[in-house]
């Protein structure tokens, strides 16, 4: 997770230091190296490769004889960190402070006495890859101008990082001193001198040099133009600005908009510790640029940086929903405005460039959340559905990235031939196994906005093709006593031969993306009667569920994770310890997503069980301490068992008020009754209408050993089965 200034939720200015030890720095931050820089653009909890670390300054003492040579500082001490505050102290001596507001950064240098004191600013400077994948960033080209009125701009154009961007620009005026202007290529200077500007290819910057051993600088960024960059400065941090104002300023932001959300009389420091960074981490990203769009003109609201939807469709988006509906709302309209301008939804997107597509069509898992939970508003669903017909109808034009060069991983569903043709996908494509699963989750979609929009027509058709998943399931492939997966299949409709514990490298090139066959076989969440009945009824479905939660089962597994089949880290596995509920052993859901939440979270620096992933990790503990399971395009919840009692602002006056009697979070967390909105409940799920639609109450009384209070309730609904 991003640990630096991040002014507001959504924020464009994400400042912090970045950080070189000759490994990824993902969000420019890492534990121990040397600081490159301080940079104004970030994202928070990315993996494949690091994106951003532009617009930058970097503090130097004394004279800077080649600015492009490895000027990098070791730390002197532990950085200090707040919301809206961060400090990092140099070898150098010099104690650098940050605070920001949506779009100006505003960098603080304290010198120590009788230095020379200096500000490089590189142009060039961005976060690198070392993973020799073809994923890292690039530099093309820049320039920067020193004006006469007290200040100096520039601009960049820079292409790659985790997304294959093409070339983007960032732009960003920043006050001056005294200057010499630069130039050159790697560490050979082709111009070091008072020259008022520089451009082209070649690395270009500037060394500011004061008589003050105090700097302050205010850098202000736009993607439109230096002016509107100017104007954020003179509009966001007037002269009389300080640091504490801006800190200030930060804390109620957050404190207004994301931390009130939810409110606990909850008095355990590690609980409430684990709830708030949650909520923060989940608020980091997307960027909202709405305004700053450079590729067209529209007045629907544009948001950029969204890592990634296959990451957050399952606990993060729905989350978002219920905490921000009015910047969900505004979400959803800018996905479907993605569409209208480029011809595909993203399931990824940076630097206004959509990319890269893991699976399916992940957009239209969270259109259709939206839709059935009743996002309405200035939502244009026509315009939704049709979005959502280009990625289940027209394969997008493949881009052919080196680590799956079949088709298309900028966006859309560059295997629908063979959904089309065969009704499942063979070996000719990359990641078969994981799309087919995740193209049935996309068609269910289709088939939920439809059947609301009356295209009954459609409905049917999408319905059914929601169910092709199980053309992968081989019933004859088996592991651990259990018979039954999703494997590969080939042209001639025969399955391969397939180890369930294994998916080789579990990435790009291979059958599965980043989970096994096993973990697969449970993904359809739409159709997990269907499941049940293919595995032997609910007592056998218990059993292989149960299963993936053993510990040492899995030998390619990890052993930070008890070498289980199991692995939390990875969303394919998010919704399984709550699958218990689907055959009346909701006691196992608490047992098992207790034991997880517990033992692999905590508000250490390494308190996360993977990447945050743009704040996927974050949401499913939430979930967790809610007590709930969202099933991503049904209005289905599966019940857990909250932590403590809380109330959640639902907006527009709604509240759900969740109470518990007689629980702790470590050792009595089993159900034993419940009341949902006062009536005794005995069902181990709720709906969006019961209450979210327009709040209420859920009153639970736990205890320390497993209930039959849900034995007896209607079952979780399985609508494709």
Same mark, same amino acid.
């Given at each position: 997770?991003?640990?630096?200034?991040?002014?507001?939720?959504?924020?464009?200015?994400? !400042?912090?230091? +970045?950080? #070189?030890? $000759? *490994?990824?720095? &993902?969000? %420019?931050?890492?534990?121990?190296?040397?600081?490159?820089?301080?940079?104004?653009?970030?994202?928070?909890?990315?993996?494949?490769?690091?994106?951003?670390?532009?617009?930058?300054?970097?503090?130097?003492?004394?004279?800077?004889?080649?600015?492009?040579?490895?000027?990098?500082?070791?730390?002197?001490?532990?950085?200090?960190?707040?919301?809206?505050?961060?400090?990092?102290?140099?070898?150098?001596?010099?104690?650098?402070?940050?605070?920001?507001?949506?779009?100006?950064?505003?960098?603080?240098?304290?010198?120590?006495?009788?230095?020379?004191?200096?500000?490089?600013?590189?142009?060039?400077?961005?976060?690198?890859?070392?993973?020799?994948?073809?994923?890292?960033?690039?530099?093309?080209?820049?320039?920067?101008?020193? !004006?006469?009125? +007290?200040? #100096?701009? $520039? *601009?960049?154009? &820079?292409? %790659?990082?985790?997304?294959?961007?093409?070339?983007?620009?960032?732009?960003?005026?920043?006050?001056?001193?005294?200057?010499?202007?630069?130039?050159?290529?790697?560490?050979?200077?082709?111009?070091?001198?008072?020259?008022?500007?520089?451009?082209?290819?070649?690395?270009?910057?500037?060394?500011?040099?004061?008589?003050?051993?105090?700097?302050?600088?205010?850098?202000?960024?736009?993607?439109?133009?230096?002016?509107?960059?100017?104007?954020?400065?003179?509009?966001?941090?007037?002269?009389?600005?300080?640091?504490?104002?801006?800190?200030?300023?930060?804390?109620?932001?957050?404190?207004?908009?994301?931390?009130?959300?939810?409110?606990?009389?909850?008095?355990?420091?590690?609980?409430?510790?684990?709830?708030?960074?949650? !909520?923060?981490?989940?608020?980091?990203?997307? *960027?909202?640029?709405?305004?700053?769009?450079?590729?067209?003109?529209?007045?629907?609201?544009?948001?950029?940086?969204?890592?990634?939807?296959?990451?957050?469709?399952?606990?993060?988006?729905?989350?978002?929903?219920?905490?921000?509906?009015?910047?969900?709302?505004?979400?959803?309209?800018?996905?479907?405005?993605?569409?209208?301008?480029?011809?595909?939804?993203?399931?990824?997107?940076?630097?206004?460039?959509?990319?890269?597509?893991?699976?399916?069509?992940?957009?239209?898992?969270?259109?259709?959340?939206?839709?059935?939970?009743?996002?309405?508003?200035?939502?244009?669903?026509?315009?939704?559905?049709?979005?959502?017909?280009?990625?289940?109808?027209?394969?997008?034009?493949?881009?052919?990235?080196?680590?799956?060069?079949?088709?298309?991983?900028?966006?859309?569903?560059?295997?629908?031939?063979?959904?089309?043709?065969?009704?499942?996908?063979?070996?000719?494509?990359?990641?078969?196994?994981?799309?087919?699963?995740?193209?049935?989750?996309?068609?269910?979609?289709?088939?939920?906005?439809?059947?609301?929009?009356?295209?009954?027509?459609?409905?049917?058709?999408?319905?059914?093709?929601?169910?092709?998943?199980?053309?992968?399931?081989?019933?004859?492939?088996?592991?651990?006593?259990?018979?039954?997966?999703?494997?590969?299949?080939?042209?001639?409709?025969?399955?391969?031969?397939?180890?369930?514990?294994?998916?080789?490298?579990?990435?790009?090139?291979?059958?599965?993306?980043?989970?096994?066959?096993?973990?697969?076989?449970?993904?359809?969440?739409?159709?997990?009667?269907?499941?049940?009945?293919?595995?032997?009824?609910?007592?056998?479905?218990?059993?292989?569920?149960?299963?993936?939660?053993?510990?040492?089962?899995?030998?390619?597994?990890?052993?930070?994770?008890?070498?289980?089949?199991?692995?939390?880290?990875?969303?394919?596995?998010?919704?399984?310890?709550?699958?218990?509920?689907?055959?009346?052993?909701?006691?196992?859901?608490?047992?098992?997503?207790?034991?997880?939440?517990?033992?692999?979270?905590?508000?250490?620096?390494?308190?996360?069980?993977?990447?945050?992933?743009?704040?996927?990790?974050?949401?499913?503990?939430?979930?967790?301490?809610?007590?709930?399971?969202?099933?991503?395009?049904?209005?289905?919840?599966?019940?857990?068992?909250?932590?403590?009692?809380?109330?959640?602002?639902?907006?527009?006056?709604?509240?759900?008020?969740?109470?518990?009697?007689?629980?702790?979070?470590?050792?009595?967390?089993?159900?034993?009754?419940?009341?949902?909105?006062?009536?005794?409940?005995?069902?181990?799920?709720?709906?969006?209408?019961?209450?979210?639609?327009?709040?209420?109450?859920?009153?639970?009384?736990?205890?320390?050993?497993?209930?039959?209070?849900?034995?007896?309730?209607?079952?979780?609904?399985?609508?494709?089965?």
């Amino acid at each position: 997770m991003f640990p630096g200034v991040v002014p507001a939720p959504f924020s464009v200015v994400k !400042l912090g230091p +970045d950080l #070189y030890t $000759g *490994s990824d720095a &993902y969000s %420019g931050y890492l534990p121990t190296g040397n600081v490159t820089a301080f940079s104004l653009m970030h994202e928070s909890g990315t993996g494949g490769a690091p994106k951003y670390g532009v617009v930058s300054q970097l503090p130097l003492v004394g004279n800077v004889s080649n600015p492009l040579a490895d000027l990098s500082i070791p730390r002197a001490a532990a950085d200090r960190a707040q919301v809206g505050y961060y400090q990092v102290f140099l070898s150098s001596g010099v104690d650098v402070q940050l605070a920001a507001t949506d779009h100006v950064a505003m960098l603080n240098y304290n010198f120590p006495t009788s230095s020379v004191p200096n500000i490089l600013v590189d142009v060039s400077h961005f976060l690198p890859s070392f993973r020799g994948l073809g994923t890292s960033q690039g530099y093309v080209r820049g320039n920067i101008s020193v !004006l006469s009125d +007290d200040r #100096y701009e $520039g *601009s960049g154009t &820079y292409n %790659g990082g985790w997304n294959l961007a093409p070339d983007w620009l960032e732009i960003p005026p920043i006050r001056k001193s005294k200057f010499r202007v630069f130039a050159g290529n790697d560490t050979a200077l082709s111009y070091y001198g008072s020259a008022l500007s520089a451009n082209g290819s070649e690395r270009v910057g500037a060394v500011f040099t004061f008589t003050n051993t105090n700097v302050t600088s205010r850098v202000g960024i736009s993607f439109i133009s230096s002016a509107k960059a100017c104007q954020f400065i003179e509009n966001e941090t007037p002269t009389t600005t300080s640091i504490q104002t801006l800190v200030s300023a930060t804390k109620q932001k957050w404190n207004t908009q994301v931390f009130s959300k939810i409110q606990t009389n909850e008095t355990d420091v590690n609980n409430l510790q684990l709830l708030y960074s949650s !909520l923060y981490g989940m608020h980091i990203v997307p *960027s909202n640029r709405t305004g700053e769009n450079p590729i067209w003109t529209s007045t629907e609201p544009y948001y950029d940086d969204i890592f990634t939807l296959w990451d957050l469709f399952r606990c993060s988006t729905p989350l978002m929903q219920i905490l921000q509906p009015v910047s969900y709302e505004e979400q959803i309209r800018s996905l479907i405005d993605v569409w209208r301008n480029e011809g595909y939804m993203p399931d990824a997107r940076s630097s206004n460039w959509n990319g890269r597509s893991q699976g399916g069509s992940s957009a239209d898992n969270v259109l259709a959340d939206a839709y059935v939970k009743g996002v309405r508003g200035l939502v244009n669903w026509r315009d939704g559905f049709q979005a959502m017909v280009q990625d289940a109808e027209i394969q997008p034009p493949n881009n052919h990235d080196p680590e799956a060069p079949d088709s298309s991983t900028v966006e859309g569903r560059g295997a629908l031939p063979d959904w089309f043709q065969y009704g499942y996908i063979t070996p000719n494509y990359t990641r078969a196994v994981s799309r087919a699963v995740e193209y049935s989750a996309n068609d269910f979609g289709l088939y939920q906005v439809a059947s609301g929009l009356g295209n009954n027509e459609d409905a049917e058709k999408y319905l059914n093709r929601s169910r092709f998943w199980r053309n992968h399931w081989n019933p004859a492939a088996s592991s651990l006593n259990f018979t039954g997966f999703v494997v590969p299949r080939n042209a001639d409709g025969s399955f391969l031969s397939q180890d369930p514990l294994s998916c080789g490298g579990c990435y790009w090139g291979d059958a599965y993306y980043e989970a096994t066959p096993w973990e697969y076989s449970f993904n359809p969440h739409h159709d997990i009667n269907t499941i049940i009945n293919y595995t032997g009824g609910a007592a056998r479905f218990v059993s292989k569920l149960d299963t993936i939660f053993e510990p040492g089962l899995n030998p390619g597994g990890s052993a930070e994770f008890r070498n289980t089949i199991f692995n939390p880290g990875n969303e394919p596995s998010f919704a399984s310890p709550y699958l218990f509920n689907f055959a009346r052993r909701q006691d196992l859901s608490v047992q098992r997503s207790r034991y997880i939440a517990k033992t692999y979270y905590s508000s250490s620096p390494s308190g996360l069980p993977g990447n945050s992933d743009g704040g996927a990790m974050q949401t499913w503990l939430l979930w967790s301490m809610i007590g709930l399971y969202p099933l991503t395009g049904q209005t289905t919840f599966l019940i857990g068992s909250p932590w403590f009692s809380m109330n959640i602002d639902l907006g527009s006056g709604n509240t759900l008020n969740i109470s518990t009697t007689r629980g702790n979070s470590d050792t009595a967390f089993y159900v034993q009754s419940l009341k949902v909105n006062g009536q005794v409940w005995d069902k181990a799920w709720v709906s969006w209408n019961d209450v979210f639609a327009k709040g209420g109450t859920m009153d639970f009384v736990l205890g320390q050993e497993p209930s039959r209070w849900s034995f007896d309730g209607e079952l979780p609904p399985s609508p494709a089965s």
